[in-house]
């Protein structure tokens, strides 16, 4: 393309940004929220559990005690995440709070195999990316250093861990979302799952298997999750997976209950160090959600009407963007079979610039570098497309709004480097 | 008395006791839980907010958002407190979960008045004995070395906690329930407060002022809440107060909203900590309570409901106390104006003895020494009455027994001593 064809093309998006910019938007696409249909499908659990507040397997939710939850809840948690009723523990409204725990238990105590308290030493943490700023921000926050590793279409860069992990035993932790990873929808295999499970590492070397997507499928053929617990005690490492879940995008995103599965001593390790802080989770809400899911077909059922919801959500942000930039081969995204988000990476060197533009328009993105450790995309490439809260009208002008802010970024770093 | 008589009354008393035991009790009288007909005054909040999920200043409480909760909630903490809506944040199912979250902050940061992390060095809590068994719980758990202050029935012995903060500015922190006091039922007073909050300390020290009884009066003269938060300003130390509360005892123990209050830097420190946590508490249940109680008088007037309900059992322990123990001399008892217990005194030796009795006959008390730091009651001497969870019929039957088996601890220490 000549210099010349790009200032016309230039041009012609710079009339086409205006035009955006005069249209007075105000749209966000920045965070993972359900919209308000996907929570109307829950509207049942409002009115719950009524005079019907004894669990089936007889405890008073009222009152206090059980800190590891309703069994019945455990039943629904151990069958979604293949871990097992015995394994799987329900717990509060919130799994990132489970998470944190869990690290300032480590630093503050040490887990089971650790020789002395995280805290007693530099820690790192391998961080597939792109990934999950929650996930970036607790470790940020307790100064445990951050590596990147390359989140791949069939999970994270086995080989790069294997090297890192061989290389230095102050690695003790590793975040993974590994069903419809936030933000590139892509799921682990379960090859690269064993062999993750397998490689040598420090004996306190935890994954964080935050499986928050285990069932939020956008196809008839959702992958079964992997018995990931089975699966490390078979490698030899029963300790090294932490499994997390919740219902917050299921049921009410804020509301809903939390689920932790690991080894028994894990477990135990976790529920000794929780019992300092709380005498237990909300039962009453466990309660509502045993009602009202059932089992994990009422849940599998559930999700469907999800995805009639928000499965055309993804293919209008899809449409868009192959409509707009298909051709120009500027920009490449994933397409994602489930979970929340669409994962775009435009021309190196202008995502904060196209974040700039589009927030000058009215269009509030996720701000630049945010799924990466310490905000820093290193190519200064990637946005998070969040389909799922606005509606679909809304996400048509933004989407198109957000097209048109990359490609006028994307000429003007051409034309700088003419 | 002789021992003759003494062994007479020996005698007796073992007869009445191996009855006890032939009875084959299965009685409990160790956790401060309500009874079912107490939960059964918040049976219209196991309905709500059913289609009425908008709080009343347009949030959608069943999507993510809002890390300081609900301003209506906000509100009513605030008028329950005396703490004002602006200094009163609202939060999860479990204040202890914030108590402990707020010092493992302070542990890993530092408060906003610290120079370094309370965990880079030792450091000291006062406790006023007896006490709350899980504040000392957290800070037994955390290495925070706890040293025993009289609660007297003003509060706190002031000068004991002069001298000790004068001395050493390793002690970082005092725990107090300020009204109707876990076990003792003292209230502290204005005078011992504001003493209290005026004294030479440690930058970064911190009382945690835990008002879960605030509201749970057993008389009609009760006690307002002291304006703590402006007091402490008075005194020059703004920061030196979190207040806790919840409405575990108001509404559903383990499924009610808890507050914490304090100045706004340290609530601002406090929320952004909490931010890498959760993305906000559960804000469908913070709005049922807001339906159900409305405002400060909706919770005062509940709170009487529960005071027809539990004050008889307060008096018939009483009742009992001076019945079979009153005339012997051998034991002292409080007599709380609310609150959730009795704190009885029997003769110094004897309390694990008396227990340990009561457990063979059937009767369960809260463990020996669980109201002192390290679970270590250095006289020997208290027993926590929780009078609410078992029905009438239970609580005198139970209490009787506990009267025999401090009477035959009693004998035996004064025979052993003859």
């Not at 030493?121 to 250093?145: A, M, N, S, W």
């Not at 917050?248 to 509301?255: E, H, L, Q, R, V």
């Not at 976790?270 to 237990?280: E, L, M, Q, V």
Request: proline content about 6%; overall charge negative; hydrophobic content about 40%.
């Amino acid at each position: 393309m000549s210099v010349e064809e790009l200032r016309t093309i230039r041009t012609d998006l710079q009339k086409r940004y205006d035009a955006l910019c005069a249209a007075g938007l105000k749209l966000d696409l920045t965070r993972g929220k359900p919209g308000a249909d996907q929570l109307d499908l829950s509207a049942p659990m409002l009115s719950l559990p009524g005079d019907d507040y004894i669990s089936p397997s007889g405890t008073d939710c009222r009152n206090y005690g059980g800190v590891t939850g309703l069994p019945e809840l455990r039943a629904i948690f151990g069958e979604m995440f293949a871990t097992g009723a015995e394994r799987t523990i329900a717990l509060g409204n919130a799994s990132l709070q489970v998470m944190h725990d869990i690290i300032v238990f480590s630093l503050l105590h040490g887990n089971v195999d650790s020789e002395k308290p995280w805290g007693a030493q530099p820690i790192k943490f391998l961080c597939p990316v792109p990934g999950y700023d929650r996930h970036f921000g607790i470790t940020e926050k307790y100064g445990i250093e951050m590596i990147n590793i390359a989140m791949n279409p069939n999970g994270p860069d086995v080989d790069a861990c294997a090297q890192l992990l061989a290389d230095d035993p102050s690695i003790k932790g590793m975040w993974l979302v590994p069903t419809y990873s936030n933000p590139t929808g892509y799921t682990v295999t379960d090859d690269v799952a064993r062999r993750l499970l397998a490689l040598d590492a420090a004996a306190d070397f935890r994954v964080f298997w935050d499986n928050a997507y285990a069932v939020h499928t956008l196809v008839d053929a959702a992958p079964a999750p992997l018995p990931i617990l089975d699966m490390a005690e078979e490698a030899g490492h029963q300790n090294r997976v932490y499994v997390f879940g919740s219902t917050s995008k299921i049921t009410f995103a804020g509301a809903g209950v939390a689920a932790l599965a690991s080894s028994q001593a894990n477990l135990d390790w976790f529920t000794r160090n929780i019992s300092a802080a709380t005498i237990g989770p909300d039962k009453i809400n466990q309660l509502r959600h045993v009602q009202f899911l059932r089992d994990a077909d009422g849940v599998r059922a559930h999700m469907a009407r999800h995805r009639e919801i928000i499965a055309p959500k993804f293919q209008l942000v899809l449409d868009i963007l192959e409509d707009r930039m298909g051709d120009a081969k500027i920009a490449s995204w994933t397409s994602p079979e489930g979970g929340y988000f669409i994962s775009l990476d435009v021309v190196d060197g202008t995502a904060a610039r196209t974040i700039a533009l589009a927030k000058d328009a009215g269009i509030a993105l996720t701000a630049a570098g945010s799924a990466f450790p310490y905000k820093t995309d290193p190519h200064d490439r990637n946005i998070r497309i969040a389909p799922t809260f606005p509606t679909t009208d809304e996400l048509r002008t933004a989407m198109d709004g957000v097209a048109t802010c990359a490609l006028l970024s994307a000429t003007e770093v051409l034309l700088d480097a003419q």
